[in-house]
């Protein structure tokens, strides 16, 4: 097959790394060559963090070039306008509607964006976005953002329930399971619920 790009970006603490691992397992799980690549911004909680997923029958390099992805799922607002340009023309964004104000935004030398979505639309961008942070806390753990997310992407890629399923059993820890997959049901149907899919 050719090879599937997914970026996942975020800021630190939002469980970039454990979506990227659990998409991993999902291509794994299908016998893919899968190669996984985070970057941080900054090393540090709050900083700007980014993971390339790429899954192929042979995989050469991790790293994603613009206008080479597949799909970008963005756990914050801005860092999903900040890598936009990655996708490829029929790519799609999924974007939690979460904002996070970077460094600059906090100390004031910087606004944060106004209509993000809007200008990324505005922009021929084809955007998913949601607001999974409460999705994340019905289910019981804010800390669960990041499967609620990846639910509502996988109304976008071509995985079964019982793949899902079996790739977070495989990368999440036992104790936090149940949480995790009642996050990831909720963040699906919150897609599905969206008026602002374009």
Request: no cysteine; hydrophobic share 45%; glycine share 10%.
């Amino acid at each position: 097959m050719a090879s599937k790009n997914i970026l996942v970006v975020g800021v630190g603490g939002q469980g970039t790394l454990l979506a990227s691992r659990i998409l991993g397992a999902l291509y794994i799980e299908r016998g893919l060559d899968v190669k996984l690549s985070e970057v941080h911004g900054m090393a540090q909680r709050g900083g700007s963090v980014v993971t390339y997923v790429r899954a192929g029958d042979a995989v050469a390099s991790p790293l994603i070039s613009k206008g080479e992805a597949d799909m970008v799922i963005s756990f914050e607002k801005l860092e999903g306008l900040r890598w936009a340009s990655y996708l490829k023309k029929d790519g799609i964004l999924i974007l939690n509607e979460q904002e996070i104000s970077p460094m600059p935004v906090i100390t004031g030398a910087q606004k944060y964006p106004e209509n993000i979505v809007e200008t990324l639309k505005s922009a021929g961008t084809r955007v998913v976005a949601v607001d999974a942070l409460p999705a994340a806390k019905k289910a019981g753990s804010v800390k669960a953002v990041n499967t609620a997310i990846l639910g509502a992407a996988a109304n976008h890629l071509d995985f079964s329930d019982s793949e899902w399923d079996n790739a977070l059993e495989h990368t999440i820890n036992p104790k936090f399971i149940e949480l995790n997959r009642e996050a990831f049901r909720l963040g699906r149907k919150l897609e599905l619920e969206s008026d602002r899919v374009v």
